[in-house]
């Protein structure tokens, strides 16, 4: 069975909505495993406009900060404030409650172009 999740090689997954409403974009099950815990995430501001790959947020971890790229083109329409509140859940719940923000696509066929949950599983067994 197939998810709606696609991948990014800089570990960032994005869930495009059933409806066509704004994706849901977060990190991947390793990325926080490589982070350890995470202590502080800088969301993006809603309304702010990102190219793919552009930095959109950052996580800092007791290990590490690391940036958030943009999976694709698009607007910030909702960022999670319970994830700001407690960082914690991008450890606990990375592909759930822990999800980054959400993004209004401007060009959907971006999707089209990461990787799907098989093809990002054979990256991580490259690393």
């Keep these: 069975m197939s998810t709606p999740f696609r991948f990014t090689k800089d570990h960032e997954w994005i869930a495009p909505a059933a409806d066509?409403?704004?994706?849901?974009?977060?990190?991947?099950?390793?990325?926080?495993?490589?982070?350890?815990?995470?202590?502080?995430?800088?969301?993006?501001?809603?309304?702010?406009?990102?190219?793919?790959?552009?930095?959109?947020?950052?996580?800092?971890?007791?290990?590490?900060?690391?940036?958030?790229?943009m999976p694709v083109d698009g607007e910030v329409v909702e960022v999670n404030e319970a994830l700001r509140a407690d960082p914690a859940l991008a450890n606990s719940a990375p592909q759930g409650e822990g999800w980054f923000f959400k993004v209004r696509l401007s060009d959907a066929a971006q999707l089209d172009a990461l990787m799907d949950e098989a093809a990002y599983h054979e990256l991580l067994k490259g690393l």
Aim: aromatic share 6%; net charge negative.
């Design 20 to 69: 066509g409403g704004p994706a849901t974009v977060g990190i991947t099950v390793h990325a926080q495993d490589a982070l350890g815990d995470v202590v502080f995430v800088d969301l993006p501001e809603v309304g702010k406009a990102f190219k793919q790959g552009e930095v959109a947020g950052v996580v800092e971890s007791v290990k590490a900060a690391a940036d958030l790229y």
